[in-house]
């Protein structure tokens, strides 16, 4: 099993920035992919950005530019730094893990609400 611990989300004003963490632990794969997904009200889950464990990166274009997700290894932790912030881009922030065996969802946090005012 794998557990995955979020933090850093708030409330922000538009063109501010924010920093969400996402600690891993139990079994963890060296090989594998994390990313952060977001949830709006009334809208589907999509990804946000994801980084394999080699560092190639992948961004949804509305991020590009604005957002930058990074990872530690020897911490099995995840960042997603966000500058720039719109209100279009609050949610719920997730978390998320995947590894062999590939071909399921993978793990979930639980969720950290972002929050931008205009």
């Known amino acids: 099993q794998v557990q995955l611990v979020e933090s850093g989300g708030g409330l922000v004003q538009a063109g501010g920035s924010l920093r969400l963490s996402c600690a891993a632990s139990g079994s963890i794969f060296s090989i594998n992919v994390m990313g952060w997904y977001r949830q709006a009200p009334g809208k589907q889950r999509e990804m946000v950005a994801t980084?394999?464990?080699?560092?190639?990166?992948n961004y949804v274009d509305s991020v590009k530019g604005r957002f930058t997700i990074s990872r530690d290894n020897a911490k099995n932790t995840v960042y997603l730094q966000m500058n720039s912030l719109k209100p279009e881009d609050t949610a719920v922030y997730y978390c998320n893990l995947k590894r062999p065996p590939w071909g399921s969802s993978g793990y979930w946090g639980q969720g950290t609400q972002v929050t931008v005012s205009s």
């Open positions: 980084i394999i464990s080699g560092g190639s990166t």
